[in-house]
T-cell receptor, first 116, second 115 residues
């Protein structure tokens, strides 16, 4: 049973460039959340996608955008990169809750983005 | 979501039980306690969650006090591979009608298991 996968593993960009990160959810999951983790900090919520729509967003500027595809995979796009965007970007997948289960989020290994 | 307080760091001897405390004194009745851990530079790993009853799985046990204002994650026989940052998170479950889908991470507890 495949877990959450992310690509690429590492990425180096320069200021002002644009980047796209990709995520495939755990088998059977249909909800994808994205988090940013700066060095020495806990992950910070960027947004969550469900049914191909963004349904909650954290405190991140519009330079951060996303997309979810019909197969539930997702992309995170960051425009006009800043040095401060250097971080580990994490994707988490979950199921919508039914009356028995909570929507536990399972994380992928992350993409390490370095902005020079 | 309620705020949590955890010690910054803890040490544990290999083979002994590791008991990681978490305070969540403002927890609401429909908020669950979740535990994740993160080994250096990897994605967070889900460990366990609970509402008010004690829970156990193959990784750990979760003990929640009767007033639900604190909890303890127990790793019964810690190994060197359990060295990680452990995060305690309180969150309303969707099954309770919550509409906040995010996990709010603090700084967690760095558990170091020593040989």
């Amino acid at each position: 049973d495949a877990g959450v996968t992310q690509s690429p593993t590492h990425l180096i960009k320069t200021r002002g460039q644009q980047v796209t990160l990709r995520c495939s959810p755990k088998s059977g999951h249909d909800t994808v959340s994205w988090y940013q983790q700066a060095l020495g900090q806990g992950p910070q919520f960027i947004f969550q996608y469900y049914e191909e729509e963004e349904r909650q967003r954290g405190n991140f500027p519009d330079r951060f955008s996303g997309h979810q595809f019909p197969n539930y995979s997702s992309e995170l796009n960051v425009n006009a990169l800043l040095l401060g965007d250097s971080a580990l970007y994490l994707c988490a997948s979950s199921l919508p809750t039914d009356r028995i289960h909570t929507d536990t989020q399972y994380f992928g290994p992350g993409t390490r983005l370095t902005v020079l | 979501d309620a705020k949590t307080t955890q010690p910054t760091s803890m040490d544990c001897a290999e083979g002994r039980a590791a008991n990681l405390p978490c305070n969540h004194s403002t927890i609401s009745g429909n908020e669950y306690v979740y535990w994740y851990r993160q080994i250096h530079s990897q994605g967070p790993q889900y460990i366990i969650h609970g509402l008010k009853n004690n829970e156990t799985n193959e990784m750990a046990s979760l003990i929640i006090t009767e007033d639900r204002k604190s909890s303890t994650l127990i790793l019964p026989h810690a190994t060197l591979r359990d060295t990680a940052v452990y995060y305690c998170i309180v969150r309303v479950a969707r099954s309770s009608g919550g509409s906040n889908y995010k996990l709010t991470f603090g700084k967690g507890t760095l558990l170091t298991v020593n040989p």
